[in-house]
């Protein structure tokens, strides 16, 4: 008996394509098809269709739960005008808002390029979000995590006057770099000790820049005709 492709094709693909002896490399992805289908009967299972307006280019911010058990997406809940962040149970369906900000949408320019800020910071320890960035005059973090508000005060408090772009931690979670953006002296990175309290500037991408003499950036709104 002869099947065809079946259960699937790749292992064809990546031995007839990859070539390692002429520098050419075929590399295949895999993901677990009980994740959308029952593996018994091969039955695809729709967990959720986002379409209309709102999605012209899909959905940008998403992230799947350290357990895999549910999907976590910046989307429009039913109702509400602005994107918030929401856990989308993979067994039910069901669709619990695990942060959202009145007259603020999540922010998504991170997931347009990685070198901007990500719309939310991941715990090294669970590899779940401890905080979200939404859209406004000035970026608002928002901590969804009780056990991380006492430290993400701290990072915050070492540039008051300045907008958190990025965290980072081993993976103990005792060391901590932070990096600020601000518009007359952006890119300031620290280091923080979460068990001496103590911080100190690692890096200044331009120094030779006197923030005295740069201006400061003022918000304009403009209406939309809806």
């Not at 799947?64 to 929401?86: K, R, W």
């Not at 000790?193 to 005295?212: A, G, I, V, Y």
Request: net charge negative; charged share 25%; with cysteine.
């Amino acid at each position: 008996t002869v099947s065809r492709n079946k259960p699937y094709a790749g292992g064809f693909i990546t031995e007839h394509y990859g070539q390692p002896a002429r520098g050419l490399y075929a590399v295949q992805i895999e993901f677990n098809r009980n994740l959308y289908m029952d593996e018994r009967t091969l039955e695809k299972t729709l967990l959720l269709r986002l379409t209309g307006p709102e999605y012209p280019l899909g959905v940008s911010v998403a992230h799947i739960t350290s357990d895999g058990e549910a999907l976590v997406l910046g989307i429009y809940p039913e109702g509400v005008d602005d994107t918030c962040l929401v856990r989308i149970d993979r067994a039910t369906g069901e669709q619990t808002i695990i942060a959202a900000l009145e007259g603020h949408s999540v922010c998504n320019m991170g997931m347009v390029s990685p070198l901007l800020p990500a719309p939310f910071i991941l715990s090294k320890k669970t590899q779940e979000p401890i905080a979200v960035r939404f859209v406004g005059d000035r970026p608002i973090y928002k901590v969804i995590d009780k056990d991380y508000e006492a430290i993400w005060a701290k990072l915050a408090a070492i540039e008051p006057d300045k907008v958190i772009a990025g965290v980072h931690s081993d993976k103990e979670e005792k060391k901590w770099i932070v990096a600020f953006t601000d518009d007359r002296e952006p890119g300031l990175s620290y280091l923080y000790d979460s068990e001496t309290d103590e911080s100190r500037l690692l890096f200044r991408p331009f120094p030779q820049l006197n923030k005295e003499e740069m201006a400061p950036m003022k918000a304009v709104h403009t209406n939309a005709r809806d």
